[in-house]
């Protein structure tokens, strides 16, 4: 290995690691550590190094080393290199190759170029123009500071590279979270489209539901979305179901109405306060977006309705089937209706006499002893905190 890295080695390196059997990394490995004469050769000078004056002392450039040699550093007849396993280095070898800091180049701005550009860009006149703007404004006047770029790298370095223009700023919306141990604590409430006769032709269908019991409390079908017949809606519920100021919380995502200032105006009015999603993010409203589900995806749902008459019927005798009629796997395979009107107790005791019967008279029949009817929720949330979640049972009586 010594033999290659010396000066008077004119033969290719390769062909030699090859016939010796070792890696060009074993090679580099050797070279770096011994600090070897090919090191030695100190590079042209260029145009940017002086011609005169003292030499940087290199601790690279440094005298053949001895250890080149010693008989410890020859390759074994294994083709090991030095520092491999059975082969001892010298103490006197160099373990780490020191690196010269990068010189200023000569073309760099002096600090005075540079104070001189940063009272310009920070002057009165030139503070809300961007560098290309002052770059050409003082190119017109006849006069050259130094590039865009360099502006740019100069405010860069002061932390000052950003948007002096009144630009929109994306603030940070918190994700709502909001707990529902009973009706009429947490609504939500969306708008969905139905497909008219035409084409491009659209009704929509406005939706208010019970965030714990899954109970419709008011709908209703328009041939527009608005603001004021969203309130009307809103107004109409919340005195069917006897809303007191500070009992009820209703959520809905960040569309026209939901946000409008007539229904914040109506809400304020009621006493009942009002959360949004975070925008773009769908799973923040997950109430009112199942039962838009169910609803599209029931067998009897058209593909287009012949009228707006047609769409008010068919929603009729839906969300009647919905509230009064539909199991819901999320209570326990309650109806809405029997949890918002609080019956579920009553319903889940006469269920589970049944089963208890069924039991006493085919026992083989259950291998995991006598049923247990699941329970109603008694939470149910919407975005549960991260330790709350962890800490609530698997057994659905929580929705996220």
């Given at each position: 290995?010594?033999?290659i890295?010396?000066?008077?080695n004119?033969?290719p390196?390769?062909?030699?690691?090859?016939?010796?059997?070792?890696s060009?990394a074993?090679?580099?490995?050797?070279?770096a550590?011994?600090?070897?004469p090919?090191l030695a050769a100190?590079p042209?000078a260029?145009?940017d190094?002086p011609?005169?004056?003292?030499?940087?002392?290199?601790?690279r450039?440094s005298?053949?080393?001895?250890?080149a040699?010693?008989p410890?550093?020859?390759?074994?007849?294994?083709?090991a290199?030095?520092g491999?396993?059975?082969?001892p280095i010298s103490?006197?070898?160099?373990?780490?190759?020191?690196?010269q800091?990068?010189?200023?180049?000569?073309?760099?701005?002096?600090?005075?170029?540079?104070?001189?550009?940063?009272?310009?860009?920070?002057?009165?006149?030139?503070?809300?123009?961007?560098?290309h703007?002052v770059?050409?404004?003082?190119?017109?006047e006849?006069?050259?500071l130094?590039?865009p770029?360099?502006?740019?790298?100069?405010?860069?370095t002061e932390?000052?590279?950003?948007?002096?223009r009144?630009c929109?700023?994306?603030?940070h919306?918190p994700?709502?979270?909001?707990?529902a141990?009973?009706p009429n604590?947490?609504?939500?409430w969306?708008?969905?489209?139905?497909?008219?006769p035409r084409k491009?032709?659209?009704?929509?269908?406005?939706?208010?539901l019970?965030?714990?019991?899954?109970y419709?409390?008011?709908?209703?079908?328009?041939?527009h979305?608005d603001?004021?017949l969203?309130?009307?809606?809103i107004?109409?519920?919340c005195?069917q179901?006897?809303?007191?100021?500070?009992?009820l919380t209703?959520?809905?995502?960040?569309?026209?109405p939901?946000?409008?200032?007539?229904?914040a105006?109506?809400l304020?009015?009621?006493?009942?306060?009002?959360t949004h999603?975070?925008p773009h993010v769908s799973n923040d409203?997950?109430?009112?977006?199942?039962?838009?589900k169910?609803l599209k995806y029931?067998?009897?749902?058209?593909?287009r309705?012949s009228?707006?008459e047609?769409a008010?019927?068919?929603?009729?005798r839906?969300f009647?089937?919905?509230?009064?009629?539909?199991?819901?796997?999320g209570?326990a395979?309650?109806?809405p209706?029997?949890?918002?009107?609080g019956?579920?107790?009553q319903?889940?005791?006469?269920r589970?006499a049944?089963?208890?019967?069924?039991?006493q008279r085919?026992?083989?029949?259950?291998?995991?002893?006598?049923p247990?009817h699941?329970?109603?929720?008694?939470?149910?949330?919407?975005?549960?905190?991260?330790?709350?979640?962890?800490?609530?049972?698997?057994?659905?009586?929580?929705?996220?």
């Open positions: 290995m010594a033999s890295v010396e000066p008077n004119t033969l390196v390769a062909p030699l690691l090859k016939a010796l059997g070792l060009r074993t090679f580099y490995r050797y070279r550590r011994n600090a070897g090919a100190s042209p260029g145009p190094q011609p005169d004056g003292p030499e940087t002392p290199d601790p450039r005298e053949p080393s001895s250890s040699n010693d410890s550093s020859t390759p074994s007849a294994g083709g290199s030095p491999s396993e059975g082969v103490p006197e070898t160099p373990s780490v190759v020191s690196v800091p990068c010189r200023v180049p000569n073309r760099s701005l002096t600090a005075e170029e540079r104070q001189t550009v940063y009272h310009v860009l920070y002057g009165d006149r030139f503070r809300d123009h961007t560098p703007e770059f050409a404004t003082l190119l017109d006849g006069t050259y130094c590039s770029r360099t502006m740019y790298r100069l405010l860069k932390d000052a590279n950003k948007p002096r009144r929109r700023q994306h603030p919306y994700t709502p979270e909001l707990l141990t009973g604590q947490v609504w939500s969306d708008i969905t489209r139905l497909k008219a491009w032709e659209v009704y929509y269908l406005y939706v208010i019970d965030v714990f019991s899954r419709v409390v008011a709908w209703m079908v328009a041939h979305e603001r004021r969203a309130a009307q809606m107004d109409r519920a005195h179901q006897h809303i007191e100021p500070g009992q209703i959520h809905a995502d960040r569309g026209g939901m946000t409008s200032k007539t229904v105006l109506l304020s009015d009621l006493g009942v306060l009002r999603s975070r409203n997950p109430f009112s977006e199942a039962q838009f169910t029931s067998l009897d749902f058209p593909d309705f009228s707006i047609h008010r019927e068919h929603c009729r839906f009647d089937w919905y509230n009064n009629e539909h199991h819901h796997a209570l395979d309650l109806t209706a029997m949890v918002h009107h019956i579920a107790d319903v889940i005791s006469q589970q049944m089963l208890d019967a069924a039991y085919y026992p083989g029949r259950f291998v995991n002893g006598p247990r699941p329970s109603a929720p008694s939470a149910v949330w919407i975005n549960p905190p991260s330790a709350t979640a962890d800490s609530l049972p698997k057994g659905g009586n929580s929705t996220t």
